[in-house]
């Protein structure tokens, strides 16, 4: 932005009334955004203490539970998040060059990658249903039931997991709603925050799954 | 002081369109090939050392997602500052309550409790009718 936009900034229709450039409008929606980002942190956060401390009281029940669920389907995830988080990272580079197509064509990858992560996530959910591996009074999976404990680990499962699912299911809708500010041409090269804010909040997802991964399934 | 922040942070903006698309794929590919390894490590029995060679890969891919595509190396100083806090914040929390839980002696930990007490609760499973006939 130079400072003649500056200048002719009330005319901006992306300009708020109560911001006197959309650069202070910029900033003020980046710090919000990354405020809340560190708040997701913090939520999540919370989760992964309960992990550490119920893992600490029940190492070996933790060990064995995580034995039963499917490294090759938890892998496939990462690998679909992170491919996802890339694809996102170029949609918002498309839209900051002017590349609308690529940049509708990347949103819906993601999107794509989004529902494919879901479908896998219900795969395992459903297998876990049908053994009984689930959480607290509801555990009922005799091939576990000798390591008291192992209802805890699912208990941490299905709520970091489930938590998780539910932020890949806002992302999507954030991403479809900004797919269609780039489609009917509200975001481009010269007013592209939205987008750099529903890219991140997808990053955000990716990040806790990063996390999440490898302390569910790889124990 | 804000503004001041945000001074080279605006200009850092405009020259990020320039870095090109390359430098996505490259991330993505060491993303890949870290997800590889501690699927690989994963696998392995290194003992105590799983963990802590677990959570350093997934470090290093966070902070890799964190740098690049979520652009906190061009992002304006405030905003590093209150993301990197919630980071902060969850290693004081992490720590502390690890700290009382690592010094801990073991007979008071769940896990060390008397093994009669997990058959105790098969017994009372696998017969619920006679259980209340004993008062």
New interface residues.
Partial sequence: ?SSSDAHAGHHNPNLAHHFDTI?KQD?AV??GM??F???E??LF?GL??GY??YR??????FHHASRSLN?TLG?TN??VL??S??SV??AY??V??GKRQLALGMLAFTIVCACGFLVIKYVEYAHKFHVGSLPGKWFNDPSL??Y??ANLYFTVYFLTTGLHAFHVIVGMSVLLWVAKGVYKGRYTAEYYVPV?LG??YW?LV??VW??L???L??? | M?HAG?EPT?KAESH??THG?GR??V??AI??AF?GI??WT??MDLGSL??PL??T??SI??TL??LF???MTE??G??RL??S???I??FV??IG??GD??TRNPMT???SAPST??PE??VIEAHPGPAPSHH
């Fill in positions: 932005m650069e900033h980046r710090l990354w405020l980002l560190g708040t942190v913090l956060a992964f203490l550490t401390v600490h009281f029940y190492h070996d029940a490294i892998a990462t690998v992170i491919t988080s890339l990272a170029l580079y498309a900051k060059v039931a000798k008291p404990g750099e890219a991140l990053h990716d990040l990063i996390f991964f490898p302390l399934y790889l124990i | 804000a945000n605006s990020a369109g698309a996505y794929f991330i993505w993303l890949l997800t501690t699927v994963g696998y799983n963990l677990a959570m890969i997934a891919k966070a997602v964190i595509f979520m652009h992002a304006a405030a905003n209150v993301f806090a919630s980071f914040f969850l929390m992490i309550v690890f839980l690592w930990l769940p896990s007490e997990g609760i098969e």
